[in-house]
């Protein structure tokens, strides 16, 4: 398996975190698991299935959007992977979407139902000689002039553990209006988008090792090691020890670089 990225340039790096590029034989059954950042998914090779929870799958199209997710999600690989991803930042794909994020949240839907000519125009540039350039370029013809969502600092607020009321109060709405917005600007409400941040930076922490689980859960800003553990279980379905030992390659390069 073969996974690079690359950072956009400005001004898109204000809305997008990175490209990627996962390129494999017989990588099987990959679940992807919750980061808090939606994407759009491009298949060069062989489409992706996605599996259900009684084990039928589903072929996915050439160019998917994948909303917010809460759980884990198994996909299928076919016999020859190509795939190129655009990874938003967490209130990022809004503008360029400009539709409510919570209406897609735990999707994967054709991007062709949200907007079928940015979807042509992504395709067309993933499969050029330069996809990661194309694609910028392609994103920035529609970026020009793009309203920001204004909930970006509100996420900051959200990520470094301020409580919901006070972010309230520091933007001069009320706890309605921000658990509103912020959902329709990320596909999270409030208090699932700091869960998510805290697992993302826990993830992070237990994967790198060199440090005591305990430990990871106090740097991610978690009460203790079983909240920590409990937020573990309920994204990806498996406890740490399990899910590190067993994790596909394609589901631990993904998050890896989420963080």
């Known amino acids: 398996m073969d996974y690079q990225e690359s950072p956009p340039p400005p001004p898109l790096d204000g809305w997008i975190r990175a490209f990627w590029r996962l390129r494999g034989h017989g990588l099987g059954q990959q679940p992807v698991i919750p980061d808090g950042r939606m994407e759009i998914v491009i298949h060069l090779a062989d489409c992706f299935s996605q599996i259900d929870a009684s084990g039928n799958g589903s072929a996915q199209g050439e160019v998917m959007l994948a909303g917010q997710l809460t759980a884990p999600l198994l996909l299928a690989a076919g016999s020859s992977a190509d795939v190129i991803g655009i990874r938003f930042r967490t209130a990022g794909a809004r503008a360029l979407l400009g539709i409510p994020l919570d209406a897609v949240r735990n999707q994967v839907i054709p991007l062709d139902a949200v907007d079928r000519s940015l979807s042509q125009a992504l395709l067309a540039a993933a499969r050029s000689s330069l ?5 910028a370029q392609a994103i920035g013809a529609r970026a020009t002039g793009l309203p920001s969502t204004g909930s970006a600092h ?5 990520a470094v ?6 972010v309230a109060e520091t933007l001069g709405v009320s706890v309605r ?6 959902a329709h600007d990320t596909g999270l409400p409030p208090k699932v ?13 237990c994967q790198a090792g060199g440090i005591t689980g305990s430990r990871a859960a106090q740097l991610a800003g978690y009460y203790d090691q079983s909240h920590a553990e409990r ?4 994204f990806t379905g498996t406890a740490p020890i ?3 030992h067993d994790t596909p390659g394609m589901t631990a390069a993904l998050l890896s670089h989420s963080s």
Do not use: K, N
């Open 154 to 158: 509100a996420v900051h607020l959200l």
């Open 231 to 234: 937020d573990f279980r309920g």
């Open 242 to 244: 399990h899910h590190f």
């Open 193 to 205: 988008l700091q869960r998510m941040i805290r697992f993302r930076r826990f993830y992070g922490l």
């Open 161 to 166: 553990g301020c409580r919901i009321a006070a």
């Open 177 to 182: 209006t921000l658990e509103r917005r912020i």
């Open 131 to 135: 996809p990661f350039e194309s694609l």
